[in-house]
């Protein structure tokens, strides 16, 4: 900004998404199967992450971890320590997945028959657990990973007597407890929780 000038760091060879990292860039790309890739944009050296084994919906950083959902059916996490992509979840309508710490993720969906839209899962055993929620969709979680215990943000579209509404809620994992916070009479599938 001070100088007006634009460096260039890498080539982009057809991505259409970029996640910044410490010492490069993550480079995937949207409603496809292509790989994702890591970009070091010193050396400018290009290496494979991992394969989606679906059309990729959503890539999250969270700390050393990326989090994809698959095809809205699975969430996988690629762990940069290990260098090991390992599929968590397998589901249906998936939304949204936040990395909540080391062993917990949250994700949201659309109501499925008796589901609820927020389901718990320990990543290390695979267990899952579904959240009392009467949500019909329930995305866009989102946290401040720096902050240990915060709360989940996120916004909800339920129905009531035939009329939607979207909210925006917080969810703490510690009291186990949903709060809305605002509320607007129509439904907004384009909200977002920055």
Not at 134 to 160: C, R
Not at 171 to 184: A, F, N, R, V
Request: proline residues 4%.
């Amino acid at each position: 900004y001070e100088n007006d000038t634009i460096q260039q760091i890498g080539e982009n060879t057809g991505y259409t998404n970029i996640i910044p990292n410490s010492d490069g860039v993550i480079l995937w790309s949207k409603g496809t199967k292509k790989s994702v890739i890591f970009e070091n944009t010193s050396t400018k050296a290009k290496t494979t992450l991992f394969t989606p084994e679906n059309i990729l919906q959503t890539l999250r950083r969270f700390g050393n971890k990326l989090v994809a959902i698959c095809g809205n059916s699975s969430v996988s996490i690629f762990d940069f320590a290990s260098k090991k992509y390992t599929t968590v979840y397998t589901g249906t309508a998936i939304q949204d997945a936040i990395l909540y710490n080391e062993k917990d993720m949250y994700i949201g969906k659309t109501n499925a028959g008796n589901s609820t839209p927020l389901v718990y899962v320990d990543i290390t055993t695979k267990e899952n657990v579904t959240l009392a929620n009467s949500a019909t969709v329930l995305y866009s979680l989102n946290f401040d990973y720096s902050k240990p215990g915060s709360d989940i943000y996120g916004i909800s579209i339920s129905y009531q007597d035939s009329k939607p509404f979207t909210k925006v809620f917080s969810y703490s994992p510690d009291k186990k407890e949903m709060i809305s916070l605002l509320q607007y009479p129509a439904e907004d599938a384009n909200a977002t929780v920055e």
